[in-house]
């Protein structure tokens, strides 16, 4: 019912900066929160940030003055802003929203299938 669809990930060097992007498509939905994940190797999922519509963020501590959250309301669109990546940033970053399918009354969650970020030192 709807789709989510991460773009932007690729290799990169320690220092340098990626940009990630999640689209949303489908019909008749209404998207709530949005948030980035990411799982690196051997490691659990963790968050990364999120997004309320109204523009409210939070970060992970480990990327606290590096990640910038965003999206775009008018194109179903979030984006992850990433500068002075190191090599732990690199993991599959996975986008997630909260949204209510219509004729449903209930909000529920969507992923995507993935984008590979690499940071090599």
């Known amino acids: 019912q709807v789709q989510l669809v991460e773009s932007g990930g690729g290799l990169v060097q320690a220092g340098g900066s990626l940009r990630l992007s999640c689209a949303a498509s489908g019909r008749g939905f209404t998207i709530n929160a949005m948030k980035w994940y990411r799982q690196a190797p051997g490691e659990q999922r963790e968050l990364v940030a999120a997004?309320?519509?109204?523009?409210?963020?939070n970060y992970a501590d480990a990327v606290k003055g590096r990640f910038t959250i965003s999206r775009d309301n008018a194109k179903n669109t979030m984006y992850l802003q990433m500068n002075s990546l190191k090599a732990e940033d690199t993991a599959v970053y996975y986008c997630?929203?909260?949204?209510?399918?219509?004729?449903?009354?209930?909000?529920?969650?969507?992923w995507g299938q993935g984008t590979q970020v690499t940071v090599s030192s």
């Open positions: 997004i309320t519509r109204g523009g409210s963020t």
């Open positions: 997630n929203a909260q949204a209510m399918v219509q004729p449903t009354l209930i909000f529920v969650d969507y």
